[in-house]
């Protein structure tokens, strides 16, 4: 069976969550291809070059979820940004080891850049509705941009993993109290804000 770069990048995420990401080694990734570890290096220059074409995957997985995606000029504040939240929590529960990899990768492996409204390209869709939502609604309220944006960015895969992980039974009273535990200690939707 030929091996592919694709085919080594789920591998790569694949052992992550099992092993958690620092314990990967080449050989580790190789036996779960089905390939020598040292053949790896037909396809990647090295294993951080592997790791980093794992978050470069997991990103462009995150990005895409709000490709070509629109407001409900009919949904209020609250309705929009539960959709928008949805999409990015739902991609978290359903793919449980990128979840980890993206978290874990960013985490423990590289310094989190602060946030700012272009330094994260893969996420420019998100960032236009988040930005259609602050002019129409005042979405940020009192916190700044970047604050919220980092809140959400961070809590979002830990509420995540408590369906993907079993500990919370994936249902919808379940996946609401998720969305009230990461929105309502930001007090975003109390009637002053709105």
Not at 21 to 48: C, R, W
Not at 125 to 148: A, I, N, P, V
Not at 165 to 181: F, H, P, V, Y
């Amino acid at each position: 069976m030929a091996v592919n770069h694709q085919d080594i990048i789920e591998a790569t995420i694949r052992c992550a969550h099992r092993v958690g990401l620092p314990a990967v080694t080449i050989n580790m990734i190789g036996k779960e291809v089905g390939i020598l570890g040292q053949g790896l290096y037909n396809h990647f220059d090295s294993k951080d070059d592997i790791l980093q074409s794992c978050f470069e995957h997991c990103k462009k997985q995150i990005g895409s979820l709000f490709s070509g995606m629109e407001l409900d000029p009919e949904d209020d504040l609250e309705a929009s940004a539960k959709k928008l939240w949805i999409k990015y929590f739902n991609y978290f529960v359903e793919h449980p080891a990128e979840c980890s990899f993206y978290r874990n990768f960013r985490e423990l492996n590289r310094p989190i850049p602060p946030v700012h409204d272009h330094d994260e390209p893969y996420l420019k869709d998100l960032w236009r509705l988040l930005d259609q939502l602050d002019e129409k609604y005042g979405l940020f309220g009192k916190y700044s941009k970047k604050t919220f944006l980092y809140y959400v960015r961070n809590i979002t895969p830990y509420l995540a993993r408590a369906i993907s992980d079993g500990i919370k039974e994936d249902t919808a009273e379940n996946r609401q109290q998720m969305w009230l535990l990461a929105f309502n200690g930001l007090s975003l939707f109390s009637p002053e804000n709105n």
